[in-house]
């Protein structure tokens, strides 16, 4: 595999990238750019190949085809980059350890660990040191896993659904952690999950995946931008010009439509509203559903 992106704008790069585990595509011709300190919320349904993304960034899966570039480099040749924390879906610790000998087996294991943000951020999950990692809650577990991830203080940080056992308090805690980490030390941060809502407070750029194949990216702001809501009765084609009807939902008399492009001028009687991004992602999520059956 060559490498593809230009180091001082993409940190992570991939180019119609195909893997498939036998017949199953998981990644089929994905293509996307992660941009330097941004926070990148990784959405798809279950299935979609999330997991197999950040494994492939990471070099743990080779791809049968396409080129990755994570800090300049091709993934896997001499192992994870010292620039690049990887936290798994399982959120891997060992179970016999206590979180101070988990915090000194990072500093062990990692050239540029720095002690004191480990340690803050498990002081601030509010988990005794001297807790073993097995008598903790998932919840716990989750925040300890990403105390390491980010001890290491890396330049790129994948975390494969880090918010997902947390807490509303604990959500908000580490989501805050995450956007100060990216706009104090310029971190890159890459997180997935299957619900959109838990990372709006915290990503500014989403990839939208689906089998496969990234279906929505940019920035939450731009795409927000170029979607819009008609709300009336009738053919709406000549209110919305050059965009696209992404879903139409009717109700008692009127039909909504979310609509992809830019807004128009006029609009007759048809009323124009600004969808949320979770509007906008779950029609575009049900219009894939709509192409598949
Ligand atoms: N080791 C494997 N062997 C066979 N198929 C696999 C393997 N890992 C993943 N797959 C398949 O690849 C596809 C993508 O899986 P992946 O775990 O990447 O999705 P995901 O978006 O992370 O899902 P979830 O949100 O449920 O965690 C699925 O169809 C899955 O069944």
Redesign the pocket.
């Not at 199953?24 to 990644?27: D, E, G, K, N, P």
């Not at 798809?44 to 494994?55: D, E, F, I, P, Q």
């Given at each position: 595999m060559t490498d593809v992106a230009d180091a001082s704008r993409s940190v992570v790069s991939m180019r119609e990238v195909c893997l498939r585990?036998?017949k199953?595509?998981?990644?089929d011709g994905c293509s996307f750019d992660v941009a330097r300190g941004s926070v990148t919320a990784l959405v798809?349904?279950?299935?979609?190949?999330?997991?197999?993304?950040?494994?492939v960034a990471v070099g743990l899966l080779t791809p049968q085809s396409g080129s990755v570039s994570v800090l300049g480099r091709s993934p896997g040749h001499t192992g994870i980059s010292p620039g690049l924390s990887y936290l798994a879906?399982h959120k891997p610790l060992y179970g016999k350890f206590t979180v101070a000998e988990m915090l000194r087996f990072g500093q062990r294991t990692n050239a540029q660990w720095d002690n004191a943000y480990a340690g803050r951020l498990v002081s601030e999950a509010d988990v005794p040191m001297r807790a073993k990692i097995r008598s903790l809650s998932p919840g716990q577990r989750a925040r300890i896993a990403v105390a390491l991830a980010l001890g290491r203080r890396p330049d790129v940080v994948l975390l494969?659904?880090p918010l997902a056992d947390l807490d509303p308090v604990a959500r908000r805690s580490v989501a805050q952690t995450l956007m100060r980490d990216a706009a104090q030390h310029g971190t890159t941060v890459v997180l997935?999950?299957?619900i959109l809502v838990e990372l709006t407070d915290v990503a500014d750029q989403l990839l939208l995946?689906d089998r496969?194949r990234i279906r929505l990216t940019g920035s939450l702001d731009d795409l927000l931008d170029d979607h819009y809501l008609l709300t009336g009765t009738g053919d709406p084609q000549h209110a919305i010009g050059q965009g696209a009807i992404i879903e139409s939902r009717a109700g008692t008399r009127t039909t909504t439509h979310l609509v992809h492009g830019p807004r128009p001028p006029h609009h007759g009687d048809w009323l124009l509203e600004q969808p949320t991004i979770d509007e906008i992602v779950l029609a575009h999520l049900a219009e894939q559903k709509e192409e598949r059956a």
């Open positions: 585990f036998g199953t595509y998981a990644l798809g349904r279950n299935g979609a190949g999330k997991s197999t993304l950040m494994s879906q494969d659904e997935s999950s299957h995946l496969g």
